[in-house]
């Protein structure tokens, strides 16, 4: 680096470039803004970085290489050099086959991992011939209502040569038992069942509002899968605490990291007062983040966020275990940022979201399709989001070095302000006594909703342009191909359900929801009676009733 003497030479010559090149430039032209900062109450944009903006960077304590503490530049040694990360476009289709159907297309055109949406009943623990189910069966993803529709989706794809990531939150231990029962049908080995099932349910109470039961309990099942996981299925990553929503809602850069670590942070504690020894699953913990337009402030975020938790594991929870301090993390592509106008404008913006994902060296990416702002995507907008990955992938060389924005000094001195920033929006949550009581008492809805707030007077004002939106306008014809939900699959989805409840032993399907039950009641690990339930073709809602029977519903309005 450079010596003191350097950094005074170096200070001394950008002072004169200021004043003799700058001023009078600017006197003369004017800038397009008088402050320039990344985003909404963002990071200051400085005009020009040098090394003094890094001088007290320490490259073994801050940075280190790529595998080593801090994790700074990356949680592997090669990175992308051995192995590219993992391609997950998010799919689901209304009903189980055109589910499988789908899976087996994004394979065959290279996708390298799987990536399920449920519809929003099967989201909430119900069956799709609840009443509350009505209108929405298979509108936003898949619905499963038992392990029929579960085998259905994987039908003719090995489970143990697959790595699937499951978006479901409240009953995610009831989705992860049928995986791991169609696993066990298929013969393949617990130890061989890779993917993520995302399990956040404190960001449900924040941003989503899919939530089931109470907060206690909720955090209760999510340790028992912590347990039963790191036991019978190593390989899986037991949850993927998510910032994505968190942002989506209108957050920060800096609060993204904040509360999603925050949250994670939670989930430590809870497992840890369980009983379980932190370096027993902290390695199964995996992380979800947004990437936004601003590339080079995204490179910093998911940098900063990667040393954050390593000094968080280290410090807070004296983790001993290598793996229970890599924060390793999915990403997709902001669908807040994707526009109805211009549809064809999201495939660019698309692409520097995922280059700033590569860049900032994640596990494994979802692309957006282009028309994900009108209707759920169809098979030739699946495709380009795919091959956008791929063109990053092999054509781009972005990911033939290893952060290669490292020692940048604007990149550098943005991930330290990020990480200064959401340090000391945590120190504010641990004085109010943890992320459950500051969700609780609505601080954090109220902090990412005045960012909100103020990114829409921007837009409305002009001050925030959003291409094709509030400037560069074209007068449009409606020709945007639309991907259509059959409006009798609900009724399709019914008869098949009435079907497997038909063709079942209803009493051994009770005798495993009154396991449940008990099980529920008395504190043991719910997992091995959920897989049990399953294997019986007790439904998702059957079984999410049976613990409802004993842990209550959550009403909203507060924890």
């Not at 399920?116 to 209108?135: E, I, R």
């Not at 968080?312 to 001993?320: G, L, Q, S």
């Not at 301090?325 to 979201?353: C, D, I, M, P, W």
């Not at 609505?442 to 007077?457: L, P």
Request: hydrophobic share 35%.
């Amino acid at each position: 680096m450079f010596d003191e003497e350097d950094l005074q030479e170096i200070r001394s010559g950008k002072a004169d470039w200021d004043e003799e090149s700058v001023a009078p430039t600017v006197e003369r032209f004017g800038e397009r803004r008088e402050t320039f900062t990344t985003d909404t109450e963002g990071q200051p944009v400085e005009r020009l970085y040098t090394p003094t903006d890094v001088a007290d960077v320490d490259y073994d304590e801050d940075l280190g290489f790529p595998g080593d503490e801090p994790y700074t530049r990356g949680v592997y040694p090669t990175m992308y050099r051995g192995r590219l990360w993992t391609m997950r476009q998010y799919a689901g289709m209304g009903t189980a086959r055109e589910t499988n159907e789908r899976f087996n297309y994004l394979l065959d055109e290279g996708q390298t991992g799987l990536s399920m949406a449920f519809d929003l009943p099967t989201q909430m623990g119900y069956d799709s011939d609840n009443t509350m189910a009505a209108g929405e069966v298979g509108k936003t993803g898949v619905a499963i209502d038992s392990l029929s529709d579960m085998e259905t989706v994987f039908d003719g794809i090995p489970l143990d040569e697959v790595s699937t990531s499951m978006t479901i939150n409240a009953p995610a231990s009831v989705l992860l038992a049928m995986y791991i029962a169609v696993g066990d049908k298929q013969g393949a080995d617990r130890e061989d069942l890779r993917g993520t099932i995302q399990n956040d349910v404190l960001k449900e109470y924040i941003a989503r509002n899919t939530y089931i039961y109470p907060p206690e309990p909720s955090m209760r099942i999510i340790t028992d899968i912590f347990e039963f996981c790191a036991e019978e299925v190593p390989n899986f990553n037991t949850i993927s605490i998510s910032g994505y929503h968190v942002r989506e809602a209108g957050s920060t850069a800096a609060q993204e990291i904040a509360f999603t670590l925050g949250n994670g942070i939670e989930y430590v504690e809870a497992a840890i007062e369980a009983g379980l020894d932190v370096d027993e699953f902290a390695p199964q913990l995996s992380f979800f983040f947004a990437s936004y337009n601003n590339i080079l402030e995204e490179v910093a975020k998911f940098r900063a966020a990667r040393r954050m938790w390593y000094r968080i594991m280290e410090e807070r929870f004296d983790a001993e275990n290598p793996k229970s301090k890599q924060l390793k993390f999915h990403t997709q592509t902001a669908g807040s940022t994707l526009t109805a106008q211009q549809v064809e404008n999201n495939v660019v913006r698309v692409a520097y979201q995922a280059l700033a994902a590569v860049l900032g060296g994640t596990q494994s990416l979802h692309t957006n399709g282009k028309d994900e702002a009108v209707g759920l995507p169809t098979e030739d907008s699946v495709r380009t989001a795919l091959r956008t990955q791929q063109i990053l992938a092999h054509e781009s060389g972005a990911a033939d070095t290893i952060d290669p924005l490292g020692g940048s000094y604007y990149v550098e001195s943005l991930t330290d302000d990020l990480e200064d920033e959401a340090f000391e929006i945590l120190e504010r949550v641990d004085g109010k006594g943890g992320m459950l009581p500051a969700i609780e008492n609505q601080w954090v809805q109220r902090e990412i909703q005045d960012v909100a707030f103020e990114r829409q007077r921007e837009q409305e004002k002009g001050e925030r342009i959003i291409v094709g939106v509030n400037d560069y306008q074209v007068e449009e014809e409606e020709d945007v191909d639309i991907e259509e939900v059959d409006e009798g699959l609900e009724q399709q989805q019914q008869e098949t359900l009435a079907e497997v409840r038909a063709g079942r032993d209803d009493e051994a399907v009770e005798a495993k929801l009154d396991a449940v039950r008990e099980a529920a009641r008395e504190g043991e690990n719910l997992m091995p009676y959920l897989v049990d339930a399953v294997k019986a073709y007790a439904t998702t809602g059957e079984v999410c009733d049976a613990m409802r029977d004993v842990f209550g519903e959550y009403q909203g309005g507060g924890i």
